[in-house]
């Protein structure tokens, strides 16, 4: 079980944060061609859940498999969209994303004027306390 | 949400206030004067219900504790005093900082997010009839170090 890469977008697509902790590959493409693609992807992956859902208005893309990996997708109101990439086997961690939000996100960074909520994020106690979060879960493995 | 939360993103945005003009001096001294009237009425909320103080040294304890837990919502970690009218407050993880950054990111901002804590802590003297001279030193974040000179007359 491993831990891929991390992607923290904003409300209006733009790249606030990138993580990674092993990626075999790279994509040959700039941060930001990577992050556009991104949203691009979420955007229409979201649309489609709510469209196609059984029941009318709900529906949310939570992740989706590939042979190689798992992405892990969280979203919360005000758009901040979090994006974990995992290897296959890993449970659904949605709420692991949630935690994330609420006890890291929320009190490193929105709770830091210092850091506006509109540019990269330039915090290294959030950049802290986020790889410790990361690496104690049970799916990490170094 | 509890309500140190609500106080604390306003003193987030009172301290990052770019209406204070460009003159850093200004805008610390101006954030201290608001501490210093909230202080001295918090001060004299907070003592309604209790004995007088019988030494300095008392007023400053409680200073660090309950005054603290009031402001903070947590106890400062040490006290220190010379006993010749400066006393020195510790504390490891000080409430305002905390989420700033662990260590030297953001130093040179700190002090705009103390000045009004030390007018807090000045207002607080001068309700307990101590008037003080308050000054901070910040040379890791969350660590706060506040020196108090009681000034005799």
Redesign the interface.
């Known amino acids: 079980m491993v831990v891929y890469n991390l992607y923290i977008l904003g409300k209006n697509g733009q790249s606030l944060f990138y993580r990674e902790w092993l990626r075999e590959q790279s994509s040959n493409l700039s941060r930001d061609e990577e992050d556009k693609l991104m949203v691009g992807l979420l955007f229409s992956l979201s649309n489609f859940a709510k469209k196609m859902s059984s029941s009318p208005g709900t529906g949310v893309f939570k992740s989706f498999n590939t042979s190689k990996y798992k992405l892990h997708y969280w979203e919360s109101p005000t758009g901040i969209k979090l994006v974990l990439n995992t290897s296959t086997d890993v449970e659904p961690c949605h709420d692991h994303l949630s935690t994330l939000y609420h006890h890291i996100f929320i009190?490193?960074v929105v709770?830091?004027?210092?850091v506006p909520l509109t540019e990269p994020i330039n915090?290294?106690?959030f950049v802290?306390k986020l790889d410790a979060f990361i690496k104690q879960q049970t799916f990490f493995q170094d | 949400m509890e309500s140190y939360t609500l106080f604390?993103?306003f003193h987030?945005?009172l301290?990052?206030w770019k209406g204070f003009g460009a003159d850093k001096d200004e805008h610390i001294s101006i954030l201290e004067d608001i501490g210093y009237k909230v202080g001295i009425s918090l001060c004299e909320n907070m003592c309604k219900d209790r004995p007088r103080f019988k030494e300095e040294v008392d007023v400053l304890r409680f200073l660090c504790r309950d005054f603290w837990e009031l402001c903070f919502r947590r106890s400062a970690n040490s006290l220190k005093t010379d006993n010749a009218g400066t006393y020195v407050i510790q504390d490891s993880e000080f409430r305002t900082l905390t989420?700033?950054?662990?260590?030297k990111?953001?130093l040179t901002?700190a002090p705009k997010f103390l000045a009004y804590p030390c007018g807090l802590l000045r207002g607080a003297l001068f309700a307990l009839t101590l008037n003080a001279h308050v000054t901070v030193e910040v040379t890791q974040i969350p660590a706060a170090k506040f020196k108090i000179d009681i000034l005799r007359k």
Do not use: R, V
Request: proline share 4%; hydrophobic share 25%; no cysteine.
């Open positions: 009190q490193t709770k830091n004027p210092l915090s290294s106690l802290t | 604390e993103y987030n945005e301290a990052n989420a700033l950054s662990s260590g990111q953001f901002d």
